[in-house]
C-alpha cells in the first residue's frame, strides 16, 4: 500500500507541473557526496554511486530537431542511470566532475559529437 500511495503521489506532483509547464519535465543531474543525483521535476529519481560505476558509455542520440549527448553510467549491480545533455546540470557535472572521478579522455566529447545522425558510442572509461 505504501507503494501505491508513493506511486500515486508521484502521477500527482508530475501532472501539476506538466499543467503548470505547459506539458514539460524538468530534469536535472547533480554530484553530490559521491552520487550522480538525477532528479524529475524537483523531485529524486535515480542515484548512483560514483566509486560503485564499472563503466561509463557515451553516445549521442538522434530525436530528429537536435542531438543530445547521452552517458550510461553502469555500477557493479548491473543496473544503469543515464543523464543527458540538455539536463540542468549537464554542462557542470562533465567540465567539473566527471574528470575527477573518472580518467577520461579530453576530447571524448567531440569524438561522440561529430557528424549528423551517427551515434557514435563509445566506452570512455572502464574500471
Known amino acids: 500500500m505504501k507503494q501505491f ?7 500527482w506532483n508530475d501532472f501539476v507541473h506538466r499543467v503548470k ?14 552520487n550522480l543525483v538525477v532528479n524529475k521535476n524537483g523531485r529524486e529519481v535515480s542515484k548512483v554511486r560514483l566509486d560503485d560505476v564499472v563503466s561509463v ?7 530528429v530537431t537536435y542531438d543530445p549527448v ?8 548491473d543496473c544503469t542511470i543515464e543523464v543527458w545533455e540538455g539536463m540542468n546540470g549537464f554542462d557542470s557535472f562533465i567540465h ?11 576530447d571524448w566529447f567531440a569524438s561522440v559529437n561529430k ?8 566506452v570512455i572509461w572502464k574500471l
Not at 530534469?27 to 559521491?34: G, R
Open 5 to 11: 500511495k508513493k506511486s500515486t503521489l508521484d502521477w
Open 21 to 34: 509547464n505547459k506539458g514539460e519535465d524538468k530534469w536535472s543531474v547533480t554530484c553530490e557526496n559521491n
Open 115 to 122: 557528424g549528423a545522425f551517427a551515434e557514435n558510442r563509445r
Open 96 to 106: 567539473n566532475e566527471l574528470g575527477r572521478y573518472f580518467d577520461v579522455k579530453p
Open 70 to 77: 547521452f552517458l550510461c553510467f553502469l555500477d557493479k549491480n
Open 57 to 63: 558509455t557515451a553516445y549521442k542520440k538522434d530525436l
